[in-house]
């Protein structure tokens, strides 16, 4: 039986969540910002995400965006919250602001719809909700889908996990296993709280291992070692398998920076050092990338692309913007930045040159995150740490 429901928020998650489910349910998108509804209605991706293009232009989806509250949470049998939750350094805890202000939106229209947030949250958050609203229709249910390739990652997930343990959750698994291509995943239906440590220490734990490869770099590099050999020598092990092992800038993105910090708070008086460590490891490494330019003493330092991952179309809280910060601090070099992205000449007080010659002509050294075939005629110039060319 086909089910009614409304995904909050048209980023990554929302719009990636809606379109699988769409295949075979009767899907709304609530989205506040009109040019993405218009685009959406278009069947055209707001967002870059080849297979989010794809299905929009090739597959026959019962989905629809609008702005208007009513129509989207009046008859929904489920109200999927996918809004940001940013991580708020004053209050060392994300901002669940959006998150409940959709709880608050949906009871008003709408008491008989089952609330699943998939949007991350602090620990212990979902049954605050429940007591704050008086209400046991909330549920918590991790995403763990990479940026660019969202809906990849939906239709073949790892694991599908339901922070509740009922016949409902099972039934709320079965609709997210629905429209996958992969049918033999693995479902975990647990507490509410512990669902939502499980999103923390996952990311926590690939925030440390990439933490772990970028020590083990600067290491090598200080010392005159191949960084490569070592890493290759050291992955061969099963244990620790050849992945998630690319030297970078440090980790960045949307989501591995503020879960690792939301965690962290979480230890508050609880004995640990690892957790903490992963956050200040990430900054120690953005300080020597930023050390090792100004060493080399350029005259003009080249930023080649801002975003953190190759093909990406974003580029927040990407790490190489706080190694450029740490850079300012000790050199007095010019920056001048290429980014397609950027359609203004200035960006944050450096010039943008977005013709890519004259930003190689002009440039004393380049910094890569990420290496390109772009620059393989001015590798002489080129400091990256990228070694296997992968994210």
Known sequence: MKKKITVVGAGYVGLSLAILLSQHNEVTILEINPQKVDLINKRISPIKDPDIEEYL?????????TMDKEEAYSEADYVIIATPTDFDPSKNSFDTTSVEQVIKETLRYNRKALIIIKSTVPIGFTERMKQHFRTDNIVFSPEFLREGKALHDNLYPSRIVIGERSERAREVAN???QGARKKDVPILLTGSTEAEAIKLFSNAYLAMRVAFFNELDTFAELKGLNTKEI???????PRIGNFYNNPSFGYGGYCLPKDSKQLASHFNGIPHILISAI????ETRKKHIADMIAKKNPGTIGIYRLTMKKDSDNFRNSSILDVIDYIRNRSNARIVIYEPLIKENIFKGMSVVNDLDEFKKMSDIILAN???HELEDVIEKVYTRDLFNRD
């Open 231 to 237: 890493i290759e020598g050291v992955c061969l092990d």
């Open 279 to 282: 956050v200040e490891s990430n």
């Open 57 to 65: 232009r090739t597959k026959s989806l019962n989905l629809k965006a």
């Open 370 to 372: 990420r290496m390109s």
């Open 175 to 177: 609709l997210f296993l």
